[in-house]
């Protein structure tokens, strides 16, 4: 039986290992739990039909990894998770502008009609009602309630996945891979002297991915953006079922259960590895999240997360086999929307690595592009 390795844990890993798993094939994950994975710091909005950005490639994406989600979800619950992270809580767009909310609405439902039926009923809804959904917000945002949109927690995601990967075989291995090879093939995956035969490796590794590759001569361009977000909690107030919030400016706010909310985030992208929470950062969320939702000013701070995004060149995501090296793929660049995509993106690089179909064309996502001089 052919031997798979996937090196990388997040969400994008762990589903790549979970839908090979499902295949029967000997698959292998490891992980070495950097901080600052963008899994572990992420609360992902599953919304991108509002998004403004044009690029058709990226748009392609993250619709199919939402219309993904409730296929995966039912997967995962009939193997008994039940605790997926993911919950269909509906989102609200506030805009002050009138010009722009009809803009919005119109992209929404052109959208819908072009092959995205997930994306629910599109409301427009006045102040006072998106203030009965999400009471901390502020007067005067006319609004669009989105009712297909949703909500995930990370880390209960990537959990889920490794669990029930699990179950179907694979084995997980935390410590530093060094991937072992004679001419252009991987052979091998080392993990603390321990060598792992492999005849397919997979490269997950977020914004870690630049350093495992470089020792074979690939100059694999990721960068890592800065994020850092913020935890709330409203005593005595049930949140579980607050829809999502995307204001006029770049940020959002989520609620889960027990009275917590998530507001952020910022996009530091030259801040390297930083894991620092700071003031700055810290500003900046908390400014533009009581702009918005003042009710929110009596909360608890409860933590910050900090996460590095991978973001390759033209921030355009990218999967599939490194060029002219025969057993290697990657996938990498999902960037702000990993929780959106990521899913999606394990299952089509499963499909890809297998030798089956895949929904999305390869070429559009092209692994060439984030390869630099040696490539």
Same mark, same amino acid.
């Given at each position: 039986?052919?031997?798979?390795?996937?090196?990388?844990?997040?969400?994008?890993?762990?589903?790549?290992?979970?839908?090979?798993?499902?295949?029967?094939?000997?698959?292998?994950?490891?992980?070495?739990?950097?901080?600052?994975?963008?899994?572990?710091?992420?609360?992902?909005?599953?919304?991108?039909?509002?998004?403004?950005?044009?690029?058709?490639?990226?748009?392609?994406?993250?619709?199919?990894?939402?219309?993904?989600?409730?296929?995966?979800?039912?997967?995962?619950?009939?193997?008994?998770?039940?605790?997926?992270?993911?919950?269909?809580?509906?989102?609200?767009?506030?805009?002050?502008?009138?010009?722009?909310?009809?803009?919005?609405?119109?992209?929404?439902?052109?959208?819908?009609?072009?092959?995205?039926?997930?994306?629910?009923?599109?409301?427009?809804?006045?102040?006072?009602?998106?203030?009965?959904?999400?009471?901390?917000?502020?007067?005067?945002?006319?609004?669009?309630?989105?009712?297909?949109?949703?909500?995930?927690?990370?880390?209960?995601?990537?959990?889920?996945?490794?669990?029930?990967?699990?179950?179907?075989?694979?084995?997980?291995?935390?410590?530093?891979?060094?991937?072992?090879?004679?001419?252009?093939?991987?052979?091998?995956?080392?993990?603390?002297?321990?060598?792992?035969?492999?005849?397919?490796?997979?490269?997950?590794?977020?914004?870690?991915?630049?350093?495992?590759?470089?020792?074979?001569?690939?100059?694999?361009?990721?960068?890592?953006?800065?994020?850092?977000?913020?935890?709330?909690?409203?005593?005595?107030?049930?949140?579980?079922?607050?829809?999502?919030?995307?204001?006029?400016?770049?940020?959002?706010?989520?609620?889960?259960?027990?009275?917590?909310?998530?507001?952020?985030?910022?996009?530091?992208?030259?801040?390297?590895?930083?894991?620092?929470?700071?003031?700055?950062?810290?500003?900046? +969320?908390?400014? !533009?999240?009581? /702009?918005?939702? $003042?009710?929110? @000013? &009596?909360?608890?701070? =409860?933590?910050?997360?900090?996460?590095?995004?991978?973001?390759?060149?033209?921030?355009?995501?990218?999967?599939?086999?490194?060029?002219?090296?025969?057993?290697?793929?990657?996938?990498?660049?999902?960037?702000?929307?990993?929780?959106?995509?990521?899913?999606?993106?394990?299952?089509?690089?499963?499909?890809? +690595?297998?030798? !089956?179909?895949? /929904?999305?064309? $390869?070429?559009? @996502? &092209?692994?060439?592009? =984030?390869?630099?001089?040696?490539?």
């Amino acid at each position: 039986m052919k031997k798979y390795i996937v090196v990388g844990g997040g969400v994008l890993g762990a589903s790549t290992a979970y839908h090979l798993a499902k295949e029967g094939v000997d698959v292998k994950i490891i992980d070495r739990k950097d901080e600052g994975q963008a899994t572990e710091a992420a609360a992902g909005i599953v919304c991108p039909w509002l998004a403004q950005r044009r690029n058709k490639r990226w748009y392609r994406l993250v619709k199919g990894g939402a219309r993904y989600y409730p296929e995966l979800i039912r997967q995962l619950e009939a193997e008994g998770e039940k605790h997926t992270g993911y919950r269909r809580v509906g989102a609200i767009s506030l805009q002050r502008d009138e010009a722009k909310l009809e803009k919005t609405i119109e992209r929404a439902l052109k959208r819908r009609e072009d092959g995205a039926p997930e994306i629910g009923e599109i409301t427009r809804i006045s102040s006072e009602e998106a203030r009965k959904m999400f009471p901390p917000l502020a007067e005067g945002y006319d609004a669009i309630h989105v009712s297909g949109a949703a909500r995930v927690n990370g880390r209960e995601l990537r959990d889920a996945l490794l669990r029930v990967a699990e179950k179907h075989g694979v084995e997980r291995i935390h410590g530093d891979a060094s991937l072992i090879h004679q001419g252009q093939k991987v052979t091998a995956v080392e993990v603390d002297g321990v060598r792992h035969q492999a005849d397919e490796v997979i490269v997950t590794a977020g914004s870690w991915a630049k350093p495992i590759l470089k020792p074979l001569g690939i100059d694999f361009l990721v960068h890592p953006q800065k994020a850092q977000i913020v935890h709330l909690d409203l005593p005595n107030t049930e949140t579980e079922n607050w829809p999502v919030i995307m204001p006029p400016n770049n940020q959002y706010m989520l609620s889960f259960g027990g009275g917590r909310v998530v507001i952020g985030a910022t996009h530091e992208t030259d801040a390297g590895f930083d894991g620092r929470s700071t003031v700055g950062g810290l500003h900046y +969320v908390f400014d !533009k999240a009581l /702009e918005v939702a $003042p009710g929110l @000013y &009596d909360s608890t701070f =409860a933590e910050t997360r900090v996460g590095f995004r991978p973001f390759t060149p033209g921030s355009l995501p990218v999967f599939g086999g490194i060029p002219e090296w025969s057993n290697l793929y990657v996938a990498n660049g999902l960037g702000a929307s990993g929780l959106t995509s990521g899913p999606y993106v394990g299952a089509e690089l499963a499909r890809l +690595v297998l030798g !089956k179909e895949t /929904e999305l064309d $390869p070429a559009d @996502y &092209d692994v060439s592009e =984030a390869l630099g001089s040696n490539k």
